[in-house]
């Protein structure tokens, strides 16, 4: 029986939440049919479901969420986890009001927190390494900018559920005439997330809760699921080819300290991601040849969808809107990985590694694979899964374009980060 249904809204988010569950010995499978029948005996007690909604209109997100909170919480599902990202992108006031509203409970908590990345909530500000996330990198996002530090105005840009901030201290029952509302609560570290927590647990207000993988990592023993380490591996990845479809600064300076450190970078021009021509005859297989021809050459390839690092998002685009932009290019760049992965077929042990949720999800839907299994985190955001394709068992990495320092990839190429695995059913 389900223990938890965790509902994201991209892809990295979904991974990066689910092995917090997976590395404390749950069963865990990440999933992508919204129309998941939740009481037809699924064997996984933590199931994680991606439903991408963050680039919706805020009406529609909550529809598909209060649809999928009502067959939750039908099902019995002891707790639903609404999963947001850390640097408060997307649709989060319509998708909590419609968990609180689907789920009939009188109120949901919100810890925003990831203390492990420094971001910090305090009275009410959400803060992104010391500096309040609209003034943030987060802030010029040009799919998805962030432009409200203040959680509580920013829920309220999407819903009419009254919200209240929170303390650590203040985590008592909340009086009678509060019913009904988002709790937002202050977080500094993950001492504060654990207290939070616990105080929860004791109200048992475990029913509903929203946050992000800070927030996963503290939930499992108050659910019933035993930490317990694995088997310690290395993670030095060998043959390792990077496609990143993020223009988020934080990726585009982890491929710039990798491309300074002698990894072959190759851009993939605008002009080409916006094309939606077939990648085994014409431009596009010439396209595919320049890839492969990369591949050869080199154990450490980075493809990225950025113009000489930088993202000149309109130029050539006439005709598109952002949306389509940010669209198109997640498909392109789904697809030359496919495409890659066919040439490849199997004939060394390369891992490959994906940054960026929208692109990580145009990759399984170009592959037609509905669902996949989160084995370890090798450091902070970044996940190793196992996907099925053509009978083969892949390893992917993945991550948030904003997750990560600036020699995260060299680490990764030097095995200076560690993973822990679990037994999974």
């Known amino acids: 029986m389900i223990k938890m249904l965790i509902v994201a809204d991209d892809f990295t988010g979904a991974l990066d939440t689910g092995v917090k569950f997976s590395a404390a010995g749950a069963a865990t499978k990440v999933v992508m049919d919204t129309e998941t029948d939740f009481a037809a005996g699924i064997p996984e007690e933590v199931l994680v479901l991606c439903a991408p909604t963050r680039h919706l209109p805020p009406q529609e997100a909550y529809r598909v969420i209060r649809r999928i909170t009502e067959r939750a919480s039908a099902a019995g599902i002891g707790c639903i986890f609404k999963k947001t990202d850390s640097a408060l992108r997307g649709n989060i006031g319509a998708e909590l009001s419609a968990v609180l509203d689907g789920s009939g409970e009188s109120s949901i908590s919100f810890i925003p927190a990831l203390p492990s990345m ?26 998805d900018p962030v432009m409200e530090s203040y959680v509580p105005d920013l829920l309220r840009q999407q819903c009419s559920v009254p919200v209240r901030v929170v303390s650590g201290q203040e985590a008592g029952p909340l009086p009678p005439e509060e019913e009904h509302c988002i709790r937002v609560f202050d977080c500094s570290s993950q001492a504060d997330m654990e207290s939070t927590v616990q105080a929860l647990a004791r109200q048992g207000r475990l029913k509903v809760v929203a946050g992000c993988a800070g927030l996963a990592e503290s939930l499992p023993p108050f659910l019933g699921l035993r930490r317990r380490e694995g088997n310690r591996a290395e993670a030095g990845c060998g043959r390792l080819a990077v496609i990143c479809g993020s ?20 851009h993939i021009p605008l002009p080409v991601l916006l094309q939606e021509e077939d990648l085994l005859s014409g431009g596009g297989r010439a396209v595919m040849d320049r890839v492969w021809s990369a591949y050869l050459d080199t154990e450490h390839l980075i493809i990225d969808s950025l113009q000489n690092g930088t993202g000149h998002l309109t130029e050539g685009a006439a005709g598109l ?3 389509n932009i940010r669209q198109r290019i997640a498909r392109r760049m789904g697809a030359i990985l496919k495409a890659l992965i066919d040439r490849e077929d199997g004939e060394t042990d390369a891992r490959f590694m994906i940054i960026g949720g929208d692109t990580l999800l145009a990759f399984l839907e170009a592959i037609r694979c509905r669902e996949l299994t989160p084995i370890g985190e090798l450091c902070p955001g970044v996940v190793l899964s196992k996907v099925t394709y053509q009978g083969r068992q892949y390893e992917i990495l993945s991550k948030s374009g904003g997750f990560g320092q600036r020699d995260l990839l060299l680490a990764l190429q030097e095995g200076a980060v560690e993973y822990s695995t679990c037994a999974l059913s």
């Open 118 to 143: 420094n971001r910090v909530t305090r009275k009410g500000v959400h803060y992104i390494d010391g500096v309040p996330v609209d003034q943030s990198v987060f802030g010029q996002d040009p799919f």
């Open 321 to 323: 809107t952002l949306e």
């Open 247 to 266: 223009v988020n600064p934080i990726s585009c300076g982890q491929m710039d300290c990798a491309e300074a450190q002698g990894w072959q970078r190759l």
